[in-house]
């Protein structure tokens, strides 16, 4: 990676931790705003006589700033398209209500709209929790339950209903109804908005989950187990391989796989190899390429002494998509598809973000910024008649040429990276470095940066003059005191602010004289 963009990266990204306080607008929008934008849509498009089946909405209701809807938006359509596994075209969403309001279309994205909905109502991330701006939980009371028993009986003998049993015991099965209270707890639609409108979305939709908050979704998506849940809950390497129409023994019979040894990494605690085999996708400029990491650098694991070492502890794995975006993957050492690396082997030491956890998904995207990075191959940098007494088998000797002489393996890396350059900036309008950087600097926002009083009233859409005293009353109001410290200048955590939020929307929703 470039190592001035790099600088830049966290230059920028500092700046960004120590963040101040945002500046309200004069004019704020409630979460109720882009359920009518939605609405009014979804009417348009059936008056057209489109099917609204596949379309499902995202909001930025809670943005003031032109430039930050904007790059909001692109930061939707680059993770929407990241997570399309299968279909060939880029799709750039349409934006609504002076762009706060993007109309997505899960058939044109090749998105499954079951997972779409799996992703609103369990959440994502280390600590999953539901979508909390458009829904709320509920506890409800179940009260009856059956309980069925199957009991051996002695019968004497004689007719039973029309039949005759011999003398034996019989299984004879008794079913109870019991009355119990058992308390669960459901995902509703929120009380807070305007319930015939979100009720004729769910039915035109098709989905509980019409309306997602953009940085919620975007911040979410591409963090595991959701990201995982997107590529279709693959469970072993072969099935990555699958979906990204990779046929490795082929290639390696043509002679057309390459590979390097690195001895030092920014990522690996060990020295690790990288191999790249190419594949049909992306009008055939698609490519696959997967590391060799260890837990130790030493004996058989020994990469320049070892030039063919195939066992491995972990890999990671990143592929083009048909869209010319990328895929990305984790293994161990058994070949199972994991969410996080083991930090003795992998440790992300380029990110900014207080979890230094290399998870797949969103922390690769991170990484790889520009792609797939160059590889400072020592194989290479070494001689042939010096490697000739490492290898003596003349079959792995062919092996050796083909992998590590056939071709300059960074040349295939650059080609790399322009096919994907090519895709980001054909989608967004920007190189692939700086969407990565906006990226960063999102999730730093939403899942590292404290929040304000003035961050509730963005995302509530009611004015300092009416969030404040409902928090100093957090008691009466029946509140929890998740807010109260907010009043004395202290900052508060967003995981926090989302399972509180409901409480605190119910009471301003029901205080009209507050609304904005």
Same mark, same amino acid.
């Given at each position: 990676?470039?190592?001035?963009?790099?600088?830049?990266?966290?230059?920028?990204?500092?700046?960004?931790?120590?963040?101040?306080?945002?500046?309200?607008?004069?004019? &704020?929008?409630?979460?109720?705003?882009?359920?009518?934008?939605?609405?009014?849509?979804?009417?348009?498009?059936?008056?057209? @006589?489109q099917?609204?089946?596949?379309?499902?909405?995202l909001?930025?209701?809670?943005?003031?700033?032109?430039?930050?809807?904007?790059?909001?938006?692109?930061?939707?359509?680059?993770?929407?398209?990241?997570?399309?596994?299968?279909?060939?075209?880029?799709?750039?969403?349409?934006?609504?209500?002076?762009?706060?309001?993007?109309?997505?279309?899960?058939?044109?994205?090749?998105?499954?709209?079951?997972?779409?909905?799996?992703?609103?109502?369990?959440?994502?991330?280390? @600590?999953?929790?539901?979508?909390?701006?458009?829904?709320?939980?509920?506890?409800?009371?179940?009260?009856?339950?059956?309980?069925?028993?199957?009991?051996?009986?002695?019968?004497?003998?004689?007719?039973?209903?029309?039949?005759?049993?011999?003398?034996g015991?019989?299984?004879?099965?008794?079913?109870k109804?019991?009355?119990?209270?058992?308390?669960?707890?459901?995902?509703?639609q929120?009380?807070?908005?305007?319930?015939?409108?979100?009720?004729?979305? %769910?039915?035109?939709?098709?989905?509980?989950?019409?309306?997602?908050?953009?940085?919620?979704?975007?911040?979410?998506?591409?963090?595991?187990?959701?990201?995982?849940?997107?590529?279709g809950?693959?469970?072993?390497?072969?099935?990555?391989?699958?979906? =990204?129409? %990779?046929?490795?023994?082929?290639?390696?019979?043509?002679?057309?796989?390459?590979?390097?040894?690195?001895? %030092?990494?920014? %990522?690996?605690?060990?020295?690790?190899?990288?191999?790249?085999?190419?594949?049909v996708?992306?009008?055939?400029?698609?490519?696959?390429?997967?590391?060799?990491?260890? &837990?130790?650098?030493?004996?058989?694991?020994?990469?320049?002494?070892?030039?063919?070492?195939?066992?491995?502890?972990?890999?990671?794995?990143?592929?083009?998509?048909?869209?010319?975006?990328?895929?990305?993957?984790?293994?161990?050492?058994?070949?199972?598809?994991?969410?996080?690396?083991?930090?003795?082997?992998?440790?992300?030491?380029?990110?900014?973000?207080?979890?230094?956890?290399?998870w797949?998904?969103?922390?690769?995207i991170?990484?790889?910024?520009?792609?797939?990075?160059?590889?400072?191959?020592?194989?290479?940098?070494?001689?042939?008649?010096?490697?000739?007494? &490492?290898?003596?088998d003349?079959?792995?000797?062919?092996?050796?040429?083909?992998?590590?002489f056939?071709?300059?393996?960074?040349?295939?890396?650059?080609a790399?990276?322009?096919?994907? @350059?090519?895709?980001?900036?054909?989608?967004?309008?920007?190189?692939? =470095?700086?969407?990565?950087?906006?990226?960063?600097?999102?999730?730093?926002?939403?899942?590292?940066?404290?929040?304000?009083?003035e961050?509730?009233?963005?995302?509530t859409?009611?004015?300092?003059?009416?969030?404040?005293?409902?928090?100093?009353?957090?008691?009466?109001?029946?509140?929890?005191?998740?807010?109260?410290?907010?009043?004395?200048?202290?900052?508060?955590?967003?995981?926090?602010?989302?399972?509180?939020?409901?409480?605190?929307?119910?009471?301003?929703?029901?205080?009209?004289?507050?609304?904005?």
């Open positions: 990676m470039n190592g001035a963009w790099f600088t830049g990266l966290v230059c920028l990204l500092g700046q960004a931790g120590v963040a101040p306080a945002p500046a309200l607008p004069a004019v &704020l929008f409630t979460p109720t705003s882009a359920v009518e934008g939605a609405y009014a849509d979804v009417q348009r498009l059936q008056a057209a @006589a099917d609204t089946k596949s379309i499902r909405y909001s930025c209701y809670h943005v003031a700033a032109i430039q930050e809807i904007q790059e909001l938006g692109e930061l939707a359509d680059f993770t929407l398209n990241s997570l399309n596994f299968s279909k060939r075209p880029v799709v750039r969403c349409p934006r609504l209500e002076a762009g706060r309001l993007l109309r997505v279309d899960l058939y044109l994205l090749g998105i499954d709209p079951s997972v779409w909905d799996r992703l609103g109502k369990e959440g994502s991330g280390p @600590a999953p929790y539901p979508e909390p701006y458009f829904h709320q939980l509920l506890e409800t009371a179940q009260t009856i339950q059956k309980i069925t028993a199957v009991e051996k009986k002695w019968w004497p003998g004689g007719m039973y209903q029309g039949y005759y049993y011999a003398p015991y019989y299984e004879q099965t008794t079913t109804k019991i009355t119990e209270t058992v308390q669960q707890t459901i995902l509703a929120a009380s807070w908005l305007p319930k015939d409108k979100v009720f004729s979305l %769910v039915q035109w939709l098709d989905t509980e989950f019409p309306i997602l908050r953009c940085d919620w979704f975007i911040v979410y998506a591409l963090q595991p187990p959701a990201y995982v849940h997107f590529q809950d693959l469970k072993k390497q072969q099935d990555l391989q699958v979906l =990204a129409a %990779v046929d490795a023994k082929t290639a390696a019979r043509a002679g057309s796989q390459l590979r390097g040894a690195v001895l %030092v990494s920014e %990522v690996a605690n060990r020295n690790r190899a990288l191999e790249r085999t190419p594949t996708l992306n009008y055939g400029r698609g490519y696959y390429w997967e590391c060799y990491d260890f &837990l130790t650098s030493i004996k058989q694991n020994d990469l320049l002494k070892n030039l063919l070492q195939k066992k491995r502890d972990a890999g990671e794995i990143i592929w083009s998509l048909p869209n010319g975006l990328q895929g990305y993957g984790l293994i161990n050492a058994q070949a199972n598809i994991i969410e996080f690396a083991d930090p003795r082997i992998a440790i992300d030491n380029r990110t900014l973000l207080r979890d230094k956890v290399v797949t998904g969103f922390k690769c991170f990484c790889h910024a520009e792609g797939i990075i160059p590889v400072a191959d020592e194989v290479r940098l070494s001689s042939r008649p010096t490697l000739g007494f &490492l290898v003596h003349k079959k792995e000797q062919e092996r050796v040429a083909d992998l590590y056939g071709e300059e393996i960074n040349w295939l890396v650059f790399d990276q322009q096919n994907y @350059a090519a895709a980001v900036q054909g989608l967004t309008g920007k190189a692939p =470095a700086v969407i990565s950087l906006q990226l960063q600097k999102l999730y730093q926002k939403y899942v590292d940066a404290p929040i304000h009083l961050t509730v009233c963005l995302d859409g009611y004015p300092l003059s009416a969030v404040k005293p409902i928090i100093s009353e957090v008691g009466r109001v029946g509140l929890d005191h998740t807010y109260l410290r907010l009043l004395k200048d202290r900052k508060g955590r967003r995981d926090q602010h989302e399972a509180a939020f409901a409480g605190l929307m119910q009471v301003l929703a029901l205080l009209k004289e507050t609304k904005p």
